[in-house]
């Protein structure tokens, strides 16, 4: 330990991005937390520049902790004890680890630790220095030990927590909801007073404070009405915000596997049934409830009217709520069909939007479209009986809602006839007025059962596909140490789903780090499979894959991945600059590291010619890009990372000669210092491969450097002569260029 007795601020050697997310990094190992800043800047995509505090307690609850910022002086730093370790920023922007307080109250001191210092380094302070150095911001962070509400399976129950952790916005509207339920009754007493005490007395007085006191009373509700319908519009906007990234994670989280025997268009319309559920909490039951808080005044002072025609409303609303129970298993049956038909209807338009360029080039326009016609009128079908269903229902529930109103009214003006008071005309008109307020709620009540049981199908919908066992390794618990890049497969066995036989049956290889291995292999072999399970992208496997000695089920998924590049031989490129797509896996990557990549990849050259260069945009589909040039940009993205394991699957197949032997030149720079596995049916490409890999039918064939293999290896040497045979067959084709062909028989 050293006593420092000069300024902090030399002590900081790197810049503040970095010094704030390793302090956070050391803070989460005290927690049991292993971090790395590098993961912290992929999971959070950080840009590279300052990290604020909102987006270092953004980094903590993303890793499974809890950070608050709080400003204290030295006093409240007394009072953190078990709170510590807790992150300090520096006036200079930087960030220290505040690990203890020592001393008395004489010389009161303070242990740090500097993040771009040795572990063992630890920086004792006094407190004058500290005061003088530090902002006085402390960012305290601890485990989060709890369930999120998130980690529960989905259900209406988890939105409706979701909605009530706003506790805050809900008090308030319900504040503003019970406030606005007794200022209804403001026009109905004014209507009563006027009929019986201003009309009857001719009190000029009490019509003049009746009209006042209108006047306020509906500036107030005027008023209070703003502000529920704000907050309102406030709750819901931040419930789709929590909706919304809940529903991408979820899907993100899902295994390779579900998404390649599932539609795309299905779970587009999965995803969108979510919203249903969220229109029906807020929409719906939020807003039938909130309209509902007028019952708690109005049925009062209905029932002190009259209890019989009270009784009269409440009977017609029940009539309402037994006929839409009755009906509601045939509808539900109706909506199930148009759910079902609109999936089919979605996944057909997007899987020919995905496969235009196939349905242009083989004139297939017409047998899409006799398709489309064929789904479209399936869904109408649907939607027609469903829209029946409903209006048979709506049609026998409205002569109850108009009955609901006059039929009390009308046994109300027969008491008020036989009772022969001539106040009962005031209290008539004030209790038709209160039916009809009262009836709306009532209907809505009963109406919200119907759509309580649409939004119990979408909830069905969206469970089966969040509730689904998300990828494993993700728990955030895994091996994050650096990978260097020694591979090992023993005795693999893996099947698809589905699949009558193996993809890989009994594979056993090595592969040290620093070395290329070389794979080739027939159609179907499982080239590509050795290359899946390296990802982890199946996990249900037999025998051993290990990186560095440890079995990569070990590994926490997306650190493995970060780790392992991965060119295909169709890249998907996004819509945006080609800056932004090489720099994917990197948000913080400099423009040098950004040009090295380029330069690796053989894409420079191209880019350079471009009028906005690395700025050029990139459309969905990237149409305007040949086939080489994408791949290069997707080799370049690969290798900015820098990942000590390189996939190059069918990386070069699709580009031309000229842009694969520029590739070509450029794979020992790319290879060194990183193991390679490069898959080709171009034995070319292999040659200079430290092993090569020769599979057949999912089994090991022969194993070996590519002059061994020509001289035992029959697949191998086959594909090589069929490859290379030109070369040979040259002067033979000289000769017979003087034959006619018309001459041979």
């Known amino acids: 330990m050293t006593t420092i007795g000069s300024d902090i601020d030399p002590m900081m050697s790197d810049g503040p991005q970095d010094s704030a997310l390793a ?150 509207i319900a504040i503003c909801a019970l406030i606005l339920g007794l200022l209804a009754l403001t026009p109905i007493m004014f209507w009563r007073l006027m009929s019986d005490k201003v009309i009857i007395y001719k009190a000029y007085n009490t019509y003049a404070v009746l009209c006042m006191a209108l006047l306020v009373l509906t500036i107030f509700e005027t008023a209070f009405y703003y502000l529920r319908q704000s907050m309102v519009h406030f709750l819901t906007t931040r419930l789709d915000v929590k909706l919304s990234t809940y529903m991408f994670e979820k899907v993100l989280n899902l295994p390779m596997d579900y998404f390649e025997r599932t539609a795309v268009g299905l779970v587009s319309r999965d995803m969108r049934e979510i919203f249903k559920i969220r229109t029906f909490l807020v929409g719906q039951m939020f807003g039938t409830i909130l309209d509902s808080t007028i019952l708690i005044f109005f049925l009062p002072v209905m029932f002190f009217f009259s209890p019989v025609m009270s009784l009269t409303v409440l009977a017609f609303a029940a009539a309402m709520v037994g006929i839409l129970v009755l009906m509601l298993p045939a ?47 399936r869904t109408a079908k649907a939607r027609v009986a469903e829209g029946m269903m409903g209006t048979l229902i709506a049609t026998m529930i409205r002569p109850l809602e108009r009955l609901a109103v006059s039929v009390p009214y009308a046994l109300g003006v027969y008491l008020a006839m036989s009772s022969n008071d001539p106040m009962a005309i005031g209290s008539l008109f004030a209790f038709l007025m209160l039916s009809q307020r009262v009836t709306a709620p009532l209907m809505q009540m009963a109406q919200l059962i119907q759509q309580y049981d649409e939004a119990r199908t979408a909830v069905a919908v969206v469970g089966g596909l969040v509730n689904q066992r998300p990828e494993e390794g993700r728990s955030g618990h895994g091996v994050q140490t650096p990978l260097r890049g020694e591979v090992q497969f023993s005795n693999v066995v893996f099947k698809y789903k589905g699949a009558v036989r193996p993809a890989l049956n009994q594979v056993s290889f090595e592969i040290p780090v620093g070395g290329t291995l070389g794979v080739m292999g027939k159609s179907g072999s499982g080239k590509t499979t050795i290359t899946r399970l390296l990802q982890r992208l199946h996990s249900d496997y ?97 290798l900015i990372a820098d990942p000590p394991i390189l996939i190059l699957d069918e990386a070069t197949s699709a580009l031309d000669a000229e842009s694969e032997s520029i590739v070509n030149e450029n794979i020992s720079r790319i290879a060194h210092g990183r193991t390679m596995i490069i898959i080709s049916h171009r034995l070319s490409s292999l040659i200079k491969a430290d092993t090569i890999l020769v599979l057949d039918q999912g089994q090991v064939n022969d194993l070996g450097r590519h002059e061994e293999l020509l001289e035992r290896n029959e697949i191998y040497s086959g594909l090589w002569h069929q490859q290379n045979g030109h070369l040979d067959a040259r002067p033979r084709l000289r000769r017979s260029e003087f034959r006619s062909p018309t001459l041979v028989s």
């Open 23 to 172: 302090c956070l990094v050391i803070v989460a190992r005290q927690h049991g937390i292993h971090l790395t800043t590098s993961q912290l800047v992929h999971d959070n995509v950080l840009d590279g520049s300052e990290v604020s505090t909102s987006d270092l307690v953004r980094c903590a609850d993303g890793a499974g902790l809890t950070a608050k910022s709080v400003v204290l002086d030295w006093e409240g730093l007394q009072h953190l004890k078990k709170a510590l370790p807790a992150i300090v920023r520096l006036t200079n922007g930087a960030c220290m680890v505040l690990l203890r307080l020592e001393g008395d109250d004489e010389s009161p001191r303070v242990v740090l630790r500097d993040p771009n210092a040795g572990e063992d380094a630890l920086l004792t302070v006094d407190r004058y220095r500290f005061e003088d150095a530090a902002t006085g911001e402390i960012i305290l962070v601890k485990r989060n030990y709890d369930i999120a509400d998130e980690g529960q399976p989905f259900s209406i129950g988890l939105i409706t927590a979701l909605i009530f952790r706003e506790r805050r916005i809900a008090r308030d």
């Open 331 to 377: 509808y539900r049956r109706k909506s199930n069909a148009v759910i079902k038909a609109e999936g089919e209807q979605g996944a057909f338009l997007i899987q020919t939007l995905n496969g235009i360029r196939t349905v242009k080039s083989l004139a297939l326009d017409a047998r899409q479209r006799h398709q489309w016609d064929v789904l479209v009128a």
């Open 542 to 638: 037999e025998g051993l894959i290990k990186i560095d000695g440890i079995d990569v089920r070990e590994y926490d998924v997306d650190h493995l991945r970060r780790n392992i590049g991965v060119v295909l031989q169709e890249n998907f490129l996004f819509s945006g600059t080609i800056r932004e797509n090489i720099t994917a896996a990197k948000p913080d990557a400099t423009f040098e590291d950004i040009v090295r990549a380029a330069r690796m990849a053989g894409a420079e050259e191209f880019i350079d010619k471009l009028p906005r260069g690395y700025e050029t945009f990139i459309y969905e589909g990237s149409p305007n890009l040949s086939g080489g040039q994408r791949q290069r940009l997707a080799i370049a993205r690969s």
